[in-house]
């Protein structure tokens, strides 16, 4: 797996990274303590789309999930 780069988006609180790996994508949101990932396969997308699918409404989506990520774990512990 290598890494293309850091997306846009990305804050303090979220890091947004695009690797590519065995014919996918690979676009990885980072918390301090969870993470989520998406692969993309590059039959269905180019490394231009896949940046451009990770608009602000997506990035919205992202964070509601962490936040019930989030509540999740807290109901464990």
Do not use: C
Not at 8 to 31: C, H, Q, R
Not at 44 to 54: G, H, L, N, P, W
Request: aromatic content about 14%; overall charge negative; cysteine-free.
């Amino acid at each position: 797996m290598y890494f293309i780069g850091e997306l846009t988006g990305s804050s303090p609180d979220m890091k947004i990274s695009l690797y590519k790996w065995n014919a996918k994508f690979f676009v990885k949101f980072e918390t301090a303590d969870l993470e989520q990932v998406y692969k993309i396969s590059e039959m269905d997308a180019s490394e231009e789309t896949v940046k451009e699918m990770i608009d602000d409404t997506f990035i919205q989506k992202v964070i509601k999930r962490f936040h019930e990520m989030y509540a999740d774990i807290g109901e464990l512990l």
